[in-house]
């Protein structure tokens, strides 16, 4: 059986380890959020997060509604009696986005986060899109402990 060359190998590891370290990986970013959002509603008790955006006709593209639970656990939202196109981000303990939805007008099927978290963020649709927030990223705010 013939012997590889010692150089075939060397260039192998080498490609190999170049390709790892020049993988590019979407950097996450710490988003301030009051800065983006110039009128936010807190939802921070049962009654306050039951209502969330029902029966509202319309709201400021700058506007957010931001829901506090006591605790992170899996949360799930619907847009039961919502008639605005709504986005949603799921927002663990520390800060960080554990998924974003786009939510539809009068949808009774719960939309659930896949990790604990102790916050969710409801905007207009589109808006996380539109500021390049992502999955990952850091959200800032004086609610956000």
Known sequence: MKKQSPYLESWLLSFAI???FN???????EINIEKLLSNMEIADNYSKRKKGLMYRDNIDKDFGMLF?????????MWMKNTSIPL?????????????????????TLSVCSTD?????????????????ITRGDTVISSQIK
Not at 23 to 29: C, G, L, N
Not at 87 to 107: M, Q, R, T
Not at 122 to 128: D, I, M, P, S, T
């Open 68 to 76: 506090i639970w006591d605790k992170e656990e899996i949360q799930c």
């Open 18 to 20: 170049l390709v790892f």
């Open 116 to 132: 604990k978290v102790k916050y969710a963020l409801e905007v207009n649709r589109g808006w996380f899109e539109e500021n390049e």
């Open 87 to 107: 986005s949603i981000a799921f927002i663990k303990e520390e800060g960080v986005i554990s998924d974003i939805y786009n939510l539809y007008p009068f949808s």
């Open 23 to 29: 993988t590019e990986v979407a950097a996450s970013k």
